[in-house]
């Protein structure tokens, strides 16, 4: 595997070329977005696309999301509608990903055999430099195995793949820390099928707005398989008192637990990771946070948050990775 380090404020040419080169020859790059890093092939190359899902042990009928490096990129790929064009018009380049109609110039097995193509163009010099330099779009979901957390870092993606992919662009850690949010913008209202730092309040300012739930139909990554789960069982808990006397209990019972809280100092006697003083640093820690735990638990208890801003997008993740525990439940009566 070659590991290129850049600067991701200022990122050095020849350096991303070396790995531009990788994709045009069917390879597999794993690069940093702001959301997390991406595992990337050239979008348009079935052969290269179809490695991405052997390599992450991806079900074949979950689609993967386009990246760009330009809005005008878009139109080769999509056929973007008035709603679509008024999205890229805000938020484009950043954290939003947008299902729209497809071009027949994309293979079937990106978009999983739907008619709808998941584009975005990410806020990343990184990132856009690797599109701009690949001459193609880039299909990429986060670059992790299928199930387990999302990378926020090189080393993350490195744990999980080793010398299954050419290369990893190292840019340092990530700005956002949770995936994109993803929009479909052939309904109305549109509909938020993946929550993330583009909230549904700040959508709202534009068009009115649901949240869709489970599906049977993957329109977009993370809708209808578990995600971002460690090995060790994840338990998600809104009440930090009853964190601590669950966290008492499995200790009495033999477990190692691990905690994940804001400013978690009242759980002194169990190992923590402090997700931070606000809703933004707890996005950007929480996958970190759940894979530097995993290799220490056997039990993550993690701090439930209110599901408003990002709050929705955080909570979306727990639910995916753990189970939400019921406050209506005593402590006593845990069968874990």
């Given at each position: 595997?070659?590991?290129?380090?850049?600067?991701?404020?200022?990122?050095?040419?020849?350096?991303?070329?070396?790995?531009?080169?990788?994709?045009?020859?069917?390879?597999?790059?794993?690069?940093?977005?702001?959301?997390?890093?991406?595992?990337?092939?050239?979008?348009?190359?079935?052969?290269?696309?179809?490695?991405?899902?052997?390599?992450?042990?991806?079900?074949?009928?979950?689609?993967?999301?386009?990246?760009?490096?330009?809005?005008?990129?878009?139109?080769?790929?999509?056929?973007?509608?008035?709603?679509?064009?008024?999205?890229?018009?805000?938020?484009?380049?950043?954290?939003?990903?947008l299902v729209m109609e497809?071009?027949?110039?994309?293979?079937?097995?990106?978009?999983?055999?739907?008619?709808?193509?998941?584009?975005?163009?990410?806020?990343?010099?990184?990132?856009?430099?690797?599109?701009?330099?690949?001459?193609?779009?880039?299909?990429?979901?986060?670059?992790?195995?299928?199930?387990?957390?999302?990378?926020?870092?090189?080393?993350?993606?490195?744990?999980?793949?080793?010398?299954?992919?050419?290369?990893?662009?190292?840019?340092?850690?990530?700005?956002?820390?949770?995936?994109?949010?993803?929009?479909?913008?052939?309904?109305?209202?549109?509909?938020?099928?993946?929550?993330?730092?583009?909230?549904?309040?700040?959508?709202?300012?534009?068009?009115?707005?649901?949240?869709?739930?489970?599906?049977?139909?993957?329109?977009?990554?993370?809708?209808?398989?578990?995600?971002?789960?460690?090995?060790?069982?994840?338990?998600?808990?809104?009440?930090?008192?009853?964190?601590?006397?669950?966290?008492?209990?499995?200790?009495?019972?033999?477990?190692?637990?691990?905690?994940?809280?804001m400013n978690p100092k009242?759980?002194?006697?169990?190992?923590?990771?402090?997700?931070?003083?606000?809703?933004?640093?707890?996005?950007?820690?929480?996958?970190?946070?759940?894979?530097?735990?995993?290799?220490?638990?056997?039990?993550?208890?993690?701090?439930?948050?209110?599901?408003?801003?990002?709050?929705?997008?955080?909570?979306?993740?727990?639910?995916?990775?753990?189970?939400?525990?019921?406050?209506?439940?005593?402590?006593?009566d845990n069968k874990r």
């Amino acid at each position: 595997m070659l590991i290129i380090r850049v600067n991701k404020d200022n990122p050095e040419t020849e350096k991303i070329k070396k790995a531009a080169e990788i994709i045009k020859k069917s390879g597999l790059v794993a690069f940093p977005t702001e959301t997390v890093y991406g595992l990337g092939a050239d979008a348009l190359n079935a052969r290269a696309v179809k490695r991405i899902f052997e390599v992450k042990g991806r079900p074949p009928d979950n689609p993967l999301i386009v990246h760009v490096s330009s809005v005008d990129d878009v139109y080769k790929i999509a056929k973007p509608n008035k709603i679509a064009k008024k999205l890229m018009e805000e938020f484009f380049p950043g954290p939003l990903t947008l299902v729209m109609e497809k071009k027949d110039i994309v293979p079937d097995i990106t978009t999983a055999n739907l008619k709808t193509i998941a584009v975005r163009m990410p806020d990343h010099k990184v990132a856009l430099k690797l599109i701009e330099l690949s001459e193609t779009p880039i299909a990429a979901p986060s670059a992790n195995k299928s199930g387990k957390p999302s990378p926020t870092r090189a080393e993350h993606v490195i744990e999980d793949f080793k010398d299954e992919i050419e290369c990893v662009i190292d840019g340092g850690e990530v700005d956002i820390g949770l995936e994109s949010t993803v929009v479909d913008t052939t309904t109305y209202p549109i509909e938020i099928l993946r929550p993330g730092a583009i909230t549904k309040e700040m959508l709202e300012e534009f068009f009115d707005v649901k949240v869709a739930g489970e599906s049977d139909v993957a329109k977009s990554p993370g809708m209808k398989y578990r995600h971002y789960a460690p090995e060790a069982e994840t338990i998600v808990i809104k009440d930090r008192k009853k964190i601590l006397e669950l966290a008492k209990k499995l200790s009495k019972n033999g477990k190692i637990v691990g905690i994940a809280a804001m400013n978690p100092k009242e759980f002194k006697d169990f190992i923590t990771f402090d997700l931070g003083r606000n809703y933004e640093e707890f996005a950007k820690n929480l996958f970190k946070a759940l894979r530097e735990l995993d290799k220490k638990c056997n039990v993550i208890i993690v701090e439930g948050i209110e599901e408003k801003g990002i709050g929705l997008a955080i909570m979306n993740r727990l639910k995916k990775a753990g189970k939400l525990y019921d406050l209506s439940q005593s402590i006593t009566d845990n069968k874990r």
